[in-house]
């Protein structure tokens, strides 16, 4: 779904694709449809090697440094201190030097695509190829955390497929996912949202959400819980990814995509929209799904704080196969507590159905 703007927008109707294979594509698959995808002209020998190491934001430079002060200055590499970008390794590359593998895939950019044969992408923020390397890291990043909750081994697999992810391309400052084409594009303008790992991965929360559901958001409620969903999953994949590589929280957890809101807000600290906002239904509604989202991810965080990642996540998005395209807040709550119910006992349910109603939900 759009970033910034309103669900009723036209383009709305990009946010939905067809359902997912749950099965990977194999190696020699993803490599050929690389070898398809990238323009002649700049097609290079394969390199052969499937990890790389690479510099990127966790998930991004306000949050791991805690420094609100920071900002865009028009892409300058001395912006953001070197302190802020951390060493990681890309995993399930293909084998071309290109950025694409088994769960992601840079398919276009503005600038050079991202090639290497000394297995570093060593980039600073000034340079193109860094956000082409922070999409596919944070994509991939997203895929192995649905992973590490047991989705595809002991629950059905989401999404699992290379994500194409198409940097710089929309000629303003947002992003979505689009059905037709089976992919996310991330946009340009201020922090470019492909800084931002939570903007990368609340994007990446619509194509898991279109995957589960075809068709999914086509009511103001099933909407608002789509960009719910979107900020919720970007947050808790955000916090798995730095405690994995040790970088610290030094920002509000609540608060997202706090590099890309640097952009647009003047007060400290800068959000783009929180996951505790205190909102309650019916009363704070305004017919805005990012605003009305507010409500229903305040009571995901909830259930968080409440029961721990890991349990929290697996009822969260094992519950999300049973939403209908227009589901309705309640309908959605009575699904979650169900599935509390049924994956691990009554108790959690109470624990579930509880942040729902100090929501009002229920």
């Known amino acids: 779904m759009w970033k910034h703007f309103p669900a009723n927008d ?6 939905s694709k ?15 449809l690389a070898a398809l995808a990238a323009p002649a002209a700049d097609a290079k020998p ?15 430079p306000v949050q791991s440094s805690g420094n609100e002060g920071l900002t865009d200055q028009k892409d300058s590499a001395t912006a953001v201190p070197r302190g802020a970008y951390y060493e990681v390794t890309l995993t399930d590359l293909d084998g071309s030097g290109y950025l694409n ?7 276009s950019a503005t600038g050079t695509p991202a090639y290497t044969t000394n297995g570093t992408y060593f980039y600073d923020r000034h340079d193109d190829q860094f956000e082409q390397v922070m999409a596919y890291f944070w994509g991939t990043q997203a895929q192995k955390y649905l992973q590490s909750l047991g989705f595809g081994r002991d629950l ?12 710089d391309q929309y000629g303003v400052d947002n992003s979505f996912s689009w059905d037709k084409h089976d992919t996310i594009t991330l946009g340009k303008g201020g922090v470019d949202d492909a800084e931002d790992g939570e903007v990368i991965v609340h994007e990446t929360g619509h194509a898991v959400h279109d995957a589960q559901v075809p068709g999914f958001g086509t009511s103001l409620e099933a909407g608002s819980i789509g960009e719910a969903w979107g900020d919720y999953f970007a947050v808790t994949v955000g916090e798995w990814v730095a405690k994995q590589y040790g970088v610290p929280v030094a920002a509000d957890l609540a608060c997202v995509m706090d590099w ?37 991810s305040q009571a995901l ?14 009822i969260i998005v094992d519950a999300q196969f049973g939403f209908a395209p227009d589901t309705s807040f309640a309908a959605a709550a009575r699904q979650t507590v169900a599935t509390a119910r049924s994956l691990y006992g009554p108790s959690q349910a109470t624990v579930v159905q509880k942040a729902f109603a100090d929501r009002g939900i229920l």
């Open 156 to 167: 059905p697999a989401v999404n699992a497929e290379s994500q194409d992810y198409k940097v």
């Open 301 to 314: 965080y909830q259930i968080r704080t409440a029961l721990g990642p890991a349990v929290a996540d697996r």
């Open 18 to 32: 067809t359902l997912k294979a749950s099965v990977a594509l194999t190696s020699a698959a993803v490599l050929t």
């Open 46 to 60: 394969p390199t052969g090697a499937t990890t790389a190491k690479a510099l990127v934001f966790i998930p991004n």
């Open 101 to 107: 593998g088994t769960w992601a895939n840079v398919k």
């Open 260 to 296: 890309d809101a640097t952009s647009y807000t003047s007060t400290v600290p800068h959000c783009l929209r929180r996951l505790d906002a205190g909102k309650h239904y019916p009363e704070d509604v305004v017919g805005e799904v990012h605003a009305d989202g507010e409500i229903w």
């Open 10 to 15: 036209p383009e709305r109707a990009m946010r």
